[in-house]
């Protein structure tokens, strides 16, 4: 969302409003995905130009998003960044191996693999007896 303009805190305050009225609608429990990594770390936002903005990266804003939903969202996120990432840590770019060849930036059936294994590590398949 750095692209429009939107900043940490705004995305972190929209998906807050999500879940708040999502609960309020009755739903038990909301889960919050991370951002996934970016491809490479020198990436830029463009403005309307094409020129970079030098003061933000895709990669950086893509980190600094994920550590927000994470604090934001304790016990109540799925970190979609670190099974994507080299090194599987939030320090890491995207593995390649796990992103689709073509363009470079969805998960492949190996990324697909990895975010499935995230969903159920966070316990979001969780039976009557709440395990």
Partial sequence: R?????????????????????????????????????PNKAECFKSRSGACDAGLSIYQSRVDLTDAIIAAFPGRHLDFYSPLAKG??????????????I??????????????DAV??????EDAAGR
């Fill in 2 to 38: 750095g692209q429009e303009g939107e900043d940490v805190a705004g995305v972190v305050a929209n998906l807050q409003e999500i879940e708040k009225r999502a609960l309020a609608a009755g739903v038990g429990k909301v889960w919050i995905a991370t951002a996934q990594p970016s």
């Fill in 120 to 125: 159920i590590a966070a316990g979001v398949y």
């Fill in 103 to 116: 363009d470079k930036l969805h998960p492949n059936l190996k990324g697909h693999e990895a975010l499935r």
């Fill in 88 to 101: 599987k840590n939030r320090a890491g770019v995207a593995d390649p191996k796990l992103l689709n060849p």
